[in-house]
């Protein structure tokens, strides 16, 4: 029972949409309808500034490191159960991030610091090098898409190179696969030229 409660529990943290939360109580505004809409880190930041930015970010992360860690803790010293429930449990609190129950299964983030926070705790490593591109990838582009799908792109390859294990590979697999099909809008943006920067550059 216990096991089963946490695999509901991840969901149901996952859910918490920190972003829309926060701008609600210090704004009084709805993310949703501000910006590209997102209720992520960088759209908060984009419209209510670095501070609640960076709350978000913290609390996207924490849905997924914590419940990940708890399962570790409670699935014991078999390795292949307990990767298979640590990665259970990692896909039901990204699957509560991107359709959260709280928002009717709608209006979710994009998965990607929910992902980091997962794989903090299934690869920490991988989950470095991931965290690594996608700073590179932001800093010469300006776009947070760009990093965000360039991470997930990197993300399976370093947690199989990492782990040498094919159960968490095949979770980065799914979450990679996730976080792209919820980026097909940015993606359709970059390809016409019109997806918004994070920084807008002062004209010389």
Request: charged letters at 15%; glycine letters at 10%; one cysteine or more.
């Amino acid at each position: 029972m216990k096991l089963f409660g946490l695999l509901l529990f991840a969901y149901l943290l996952g859910s918490v949409p920190f972003g829309l939360v926060l701008t609600r109580i210090f704004t009084s505004e709805d993310i949703r309808q501000k910006g590209s809409g997102n209720i992520g880190a960088i759209n908060v930041r984009r419209v209510a500034g670095t501070t609640l930015g960076i709350f978000t970010l913290a609390g996207d992360v924490f849905k997924g490191a914590f419940p990940v860690y708890l399962a570790g803790a409670m699935a014991g010293s078999d390795n292949l159960s307990s990767e298979i429930y640590m990665c259970s449990v990692a896909l039901l609190a990204f699957s509560g991030h991107l359709y959260p129950i709280f928002l009717k299964f709608k209006d979710g983030g994009k998965g990607v610091a929910t992902a980091a926070g997962c794989f903090i705790m299934l690869s920490p490593t991988a989950s470095i090098i991931a965290v690594i591109v996608f700073i590179i990838f932001i800093l010469f582009t300006n776009h947070a898409s760009v990093g965000s799908l360039a991470a997930a792109a990197i993300l399976p390859i370093a947690v199989l190179w990492f782990t040498r294990s094919w159960i968490i590979s095949g979770c980065a697999i799914i979450i990679t696969i996730l976080i792209y099909f919820r980026h097909k809008d940015n993606i359709k943006r970059l390809l016409k030229g019109i997806e918004p920067v994070i920084w807008k550059r002062k004209r010389l």
